[in-house]
């Protein structure tokens, strides 16, 4: 059964960093590419960063610069280190894979707020 399991979101003032980690279970990890995405308030999800197998990554170009996507294989994590922070970043973020990948069961997503 395929978990993801999102955390290390929280409360920051614009300027802060937070780094996410999303654990998976129940996958080939190596295997796969991985991606970070969010949902603002109001909003659909969108993709934020992705990594492929060569940790070859993408960024949305809101977050460029900012944001800095990796994975650990021994470990079956990709982390997202977020920096510079905006209110704009505040939404829930959650982990699967790349959106031209069939997806996986959405995990709980961890929050983030960024008040100015």
């Known amino acids: 059964q395929v978990q993801l399991v999102e955390s290390g979101g929280g409360s920051v003032q614009t300027g802060g960093s937070l780094r996410l980690s999303c654990e998976t279970s129940g996958v080939l990890f190596s295997t796969s590419n991985w991606a970070w995405y969010r949902q603002p308030p109001g909003k659909q999800r969108e993709l934020v960063a992705s990594i492929d197998t060569d940790a070859v990554t993408y960024y949305a170009v809101e977050v460029a610069g900012r944001f800095t996507i990796s994975r650990d294989n021994a470990a079956n994590t990709i982390f997202l280190q977020m920096t510079n922070l905006r209110p704009e970043d505040t939404g829930v973020y959650y982990c699967?894979?790349?959106?031209?990948?069939?997806?996986?069961?959405w995990g709980q997503g961890t929050h983030v707020t960024v008040s100015s």
């Open positions: 699967n894979v790349p959106p031209n990948w069939s997806p996986l069961n």
